[in-house]
């Protein structure tokens, strides 16, 4: 095993309704709007965390693939040595919006604090760790686009330094209810199923 060379382990894409796992759709609905999606796959897949109800949509997205890609990998009974690095464009701005919508009207002044606390898209990044028990590095980025070099880059660095066993990483967007999710999880184990060259190509299936 080349103790520099990382190797994709699982990927996963949510978007249109849709959640495609490793190339193959596990999930499909009608056209619907993202809160009837992601309650119709948080029960198909039987996930059993009722604080998923209470989380934001970008954390509702980004846990949805976590919970499919590190569920597999992970155990509940200990401390899992996975990273997190995850991106996106619009940060957490669509809770942002609707945070100020309920401070702006002055006649129905009602500050929420269940929506206050998800005004910061790394909020997601605590929803999961809780969720899978890691207490390893976690960092959330905002480009305009997906930025595959650096994102290999960062988790290359996690792993070859030894902060972390495994890296689940990617892109969550969402903003006025469109979406999309790409995240994978990568180590040093070896795979020939990907490689981190075509990242890209799997992020534009």
Same mark, same amino acid.
């Given at each position: 095993?080349?103790?520099?060379?990382?190797?994709?382990?699982?990927?996963?894409?949510?978007?249109?309704?849709?959640?495609? $796992?490793?190339?193959?759709?596990?999930?499909?609905?009608?056209?619907?709007?993202?809160?009837?999606?992601?309650?119709?796959?948080?029960?198909?897949?039987? /996930?059993?965390?009722?604080? #998923?109800?209470? /989380?934001?949509?970008?954390?509702?997205?980004?846990?949805?693939?976590?919970?499919? !890609? !590190?569920?597999?990998?992970?155990?509940?009974?200990?401390?899992?040595? %996975?990273?997190?690095?995850?991106?996106?464009?619009?940060? *957490?701005?669509?809770?942002?919006?609707?945070?100020?919508? *309920? %401070?702006?009207?002055?006649?129905?002044? #009602?500050?929420?604090?269940?929506?206050?606390?998800?005004? $910061?898209?790394?909020?997601? !990044?605590?929803?999961?760790?809780?969720?899978?028990?890691?207490?390893?590095?976690?960092?959330?980025? %905002?480009?305009?686009?997906?930025?595959?070099?650096? /994102?290999?880059?960062? *988790?290359?660095? !996690?792993?070859?330094?030894?902060?972390?066993?495994?890296?689940?990483?990617?892109?969550?967007?969402?903003?006025?209810?469109?979406?999309?999710?790409?995240?994978?999880?990568?180590?040093?184990?070896?795979?020939?199923?990907?490689?981190?060259?075509? %990242?890209?190509?799997?992020?534009?299936?």
């Amino acid at each position: 095993m080349n103790p520099n060379k990382t190797h994709i382990q699982s990927y996963c894409t949510i978007e249109n309704n849709e959640i495609v $796992l490793n190339g193959t759709s596990v999930f499909k609905t009608e056209p619907t709007n993202f809160a009837d999606f992601s309650k119709q796959a948080y029960r198909n897949f039987d /996930m059993q965390y009722p604080k #998923f109800f209470k /989380m934001d949509a970008l954390s509702k997205l980004a846990f949805l693939g976590a919970e499919l !890609l !590190l569920s597999p990998i992970t155990s509940t009974e200990q401390e899992n040595n %996975i990273a997190l690095v995850l991106a996106n464009k619009s940060s *957490s701005l669509d809770t942002d919006v609707k945070y100020q919508e *309920s %401070i702006s009207d002055k006649e129905n002044y #009602f500050p929420s604090p269940a929506v206050f606390v998800y005004t $910061l898209p790394n909020i997601c !990044l605590g929803e999961i760790s809780i969720r899978h028990q890691l207490k390893s590095e976690n960092s959330f980025f %905002i480009f305009d686009a997906f930025n595959t070099e650096f /994102m290999s880059n960062y *988790s290359t660095i !996690l792993l070859n330094t030894n902060k972390a066993d495994t890296v689940l990483c990617g892109w969550v967007e969402f903003f006025n209810d469109d979406y999309k999710a790409f995240l994978y999880t990568i180590s040093k184990e070896e795979s020939t199923k990907y490689n981190n060259e075509n %990242i890209n190509t799997l992020y534009n299936k």
